[in-house]
């Protein structure tokens, strides 16, 4: 007999692996969910590293792993499955742009995240619009665009399967910014126009002048410069999403400057004579154009006209005191100046000058002013030299001090000008000292019979001498002895003088009595001489009245008689005859000079 064996063939367990996850982002851990139709499941792994609890698995790093799964049923019956699970990191991703909250209308993004990026693909959409869709596409160029309500940035990242996503949205754009100035180029002070221009929602400007002042205007503006120069102009514009732009122009403008008008002369000065140079000294160039105003010149005044140059003016006021020179400058920007007036004025034109400017004490001296132009009136005022002054156009003055020399000084004001000037001339008096006359005679009281007088010279200070005795005679000794052939108070007169010609004079009265009158013995009517041709007992103490001369002949007789009148006897008769020749006496009485009575006879020869 046979024992008899019964054989049960049973199904392995059946697994359903169709919620089997085999790829895990951003997890080392899972848990594996498969269905079975019996039996009891167990993860294995070959990996030691790998953690397994029942079905949940740990793993050491990301990466992918294989693994086995075993369905055991109640008969000990297995099924095994292999499989793999793959344990990625979810990859970061960070847009890295500009460190601002406003940007340009091109934006550079750039991906930073920790993606292998040789096998991770990039898309990139902006505005709803995919810019890039590639692999490795790290790097992007973002056009903002104009006027655009919506600027949202997108970018995704895929790596092993895993995906990540980042976006800056409502991207603020910087204005697109521009503005102009409606002219470049003005004359001081004048306002500048102004115009900008952007693409976005601006509330406000705020525009810098460059001159050192800002202002809160709107995009239409104008400003006015006071100063010349260029001009940089910034305005910065702020939109209603707070994004600010600055635009600057450097040099946008010019401020033209007005030529200023100044001269190397200042007013109220006081020129001295001759010829003068007007330099202009304003802000103006050779580039510039003057216009000169010279009407007020005189044509010889002009030594050297600048005619439309900046000059010099060279001019000479010669006959008169004043003129006017005006200038006005127009700039090679067409800047117009000012047309300013100069007055020129010269010192008063003068002189003085004197007969002599040398003498003796007192020396009295008139010095005369002399004006140079017949325009100008003059005040003049003297410095005599002497702690003296006067005033007016003649200086006269009055010098009593010996051996000095005198500065004279002339002061001049003019009334047409109001100029000043001084005239010094050194040592232009000379004061002389004067000699003292004086000197004594032997005898005041002398007679014709012994007319000789005798005089010392008593002078002081004096070199040369001049004496007159009172009857025509002179002589230049110093104590001189002198005779007198005539009678009569005679006035001696002495001149002293020393070197510089300077003179004192003193006299005195010397008397020479009439004694007797000396006459002649003999006389001849035909004597060549006309004194010798009669007799007549006479000399110049004897008068008229009184004088009584009577001729006798030998006889005594009565020839010739004259009686109060000065004649002497010529040889006639009382007929009219000539008297013979021979002796005869004279008979003469006479009053003299001083009103003495006087008697003298002699006798005469006639002859033929």
């Known amino acids: 007999a046979s024992d008899s064996v019964f054989v049960s063939f049973i199904n392995r367990p059946k697994m359903d692996l169709s919620k089997l996850d085999t790829l895990i982002c951003g997890s080392k851990q899972t848990t594996v969910n498969i269905m079975v139709d019996r039996g009891k499941l167990v993860l294995k792994s070959i990996n030691p590293l790998i953690a397994i609890t029942d079905l949940s698995a740990t793993v050491p790093v990301y990466d ?58 990039f898309t990139w959409i902006f505005a709803k619009d995919t810019l890039a869709n590639e692999i490795a596409r790290t790097q992007m160029q973002v056009k903002l665009g104009l006027d655009r309500s919506k600027r949202d940035l997108y970018l995704y990242v895929e790596e092993k399967g895993c995906k990540n996503s980042f976006a800056i949205k409502e991207i603020s754009v910087i204005p697109d910014l521009d503005f102009s100035v409606s002219d470049s180029l003005l004359c001081q002070p004048k306002t500048f126009n102004f115009s900008a221009t952007n693409t976005e929602n601006v509330v406000d400007y705020l525009w810098d002048w460059g001159d050192g002042t800002t202002e809160h205007k709107g995009n239409n503006a104008s400003h006015n410069y006071l100063k010349e120069g260029y001009y940089a102009v910034q305005v910065t514009a702020t939109t209603d999403k707070k994004c600010i732009n600055t635009i600057k122009k450097e040099n946008v403008l010019y401020v033209a400057p ?145 051996n000095q020399k005198h500065d004279i000084t002339l002061f001049a004001s003019s009334n047409a000008t109001g100029c000043k000037d001084t005239l010094i001339k050194p040592g232009f008096i000379t004061i002389y000292p004067k000699p003292k006359a004086a ?22 200070g004096a070199d040369h001498y001049l004496w007159q005795f009172g009857d025509y005679k002179i002589s230049r ?75 006798l002949s030998r006889w005594n ?25 021979g002796n005869y006496v004279w008979i003469l009485s006479f009053i003299d000079f001083l009103g003495k009575p006087h008697a003298q006879n002699g006798m005469v020869a006639l002859v033929y």
């Open 64 to 121: 992918t792993y294989p693994f086995t799964i075993s369905a055991v049923d109640q008969y000990t019956c297995t099924a095994d499955t292999s499989f793999k699970i793959g344990f990625h990191k979810i990859p970061t991703v960070i847009i890295s742009v500009d460190d601002t909250t406003c940007y340009g209308y091109n934006l550079d993004a750039k991906y930073l995240g920790d993606a292998e990026v040789s096998k991770a693909r």
């Open 439 to 460: 000197f004594t005679v032997n005898n005041k009281l002398l007679s014709n019979e012994d007319p000789v007088a005798i005089f010392t010279n008593q002078s002081l």
């Open 258 to 402: 007005v030529p200023t008008v100044n001269f190397s002369i200042k007013d109220n000065t006081c020129l001295e004579l001759g010829s003068q140079s007007l330099l202009y000294t304003g802000s103006a160039d050779d580039k510039d154009h003057y216009y000169w105003d010279l009407s007020s010149f005189l044509p010889n005044e002009l030594v050297k006209n600048p005619n439309d140059t900046k000059g010099p003016l060279v001019f000479d006021l010669i006959t008169r005191p004043k003129a006017e020179v005006k200038l006005q400058v127009i700039s090679k920007y067409g800047c117009i100046s000012e047309k300013k007036g100069l007055l020129l004025k010269r010192i008063p034109k003068f002189t003085f000058q004197a007969k002599d400017s040398a003498g003796c004490i007192p020396y009295n001296i008139v010095l005369n002013a002399i004006t140079g132009d017949d325009i100008d009136k003059v005040d003049y005022s003297w410095n005599f030299g002497d702690g003296k002054s006067g005033a007016g156009p003649k200086g006269i003055h009055s010098y009593i001090l010996p």
């Open 477 to 551: 000794d110093r104590d001189p002895i002198h005779k007198y052939e005539v009678v009569g108070p005679r006035r001696v007169l002495l001149e002293s003088a020393n070197k510089y010609e300077c003179t004192d004079t003193i006299s005195d009265i010397v008397m020479i009595e009439l004694k007797n009158i000396f006459t002649p013995n003999a006389f001849s009517p035909n004597a060549p001489n006309q004194i010798d041709r009669q007799f007549f007992p006479y000399c110049n103490g004897v008068n008229k009245l009184g004088y009584h001369l009577r001729i």
């Open 557 to 581: 007789e009565v020839i010739y008689d004259i009686k109060d009148d000065l004649k002497g006897w010529n040889g006639e008769l009382s007929d009219g005859k000539m008297a013979p020749a």
